[in-house]
């Protein structure tokens, strides 16, 4: 069976489906346990947040993001944005 894209139809084996939004894995790499120390961090860099705007960012994909935001979650965590937004591919037909 085919996995169906956003948007409707069904994705080609190995094709890009989406992003994985993957800030709360990426945080707990760096040993951040909690939401309020990186909306700290992130106030500290530049780029405040309010507490419910990083509970959503943490806890939830994001439905769009502010690309200021992402350059101080990068500088912030010490990553790249390809760590926080991995490519969703295709089931492979066996």
Not at 9 to 38: C, N, Q, Y
Not at 72 to 84: F, I, K, N, Q, W
Request: aromatic share 4%; charged share 30%; glycine share 10%.
């Amino acid at each position: 069976m085919r996995e169906a894209v956003e948007g409707g139809g069904e994705a080609k084996p190995g094709s890009l489906t989406g992003l994985d939004w993957r800030l709360h894995a990426v945080m707990a790499d760096r040993g951040i346990k909690f939401a309020k120390d990186l909306q700290d961090a992130l106030a500290r860099d530049g780029c405040p947040v309010s507490a419910s705007s990083i509970s959503r960012l943490v806890y939830q994909e994001p439905k769009q993001l502010d690309i200021k935001l992402l350059s101080s979650l990068c500088r912030v965590l010490g990553c790249t944005p390809d760590e926080l937004l991995v490519p969703r591919r295709g089931k492979e037909l066996a």
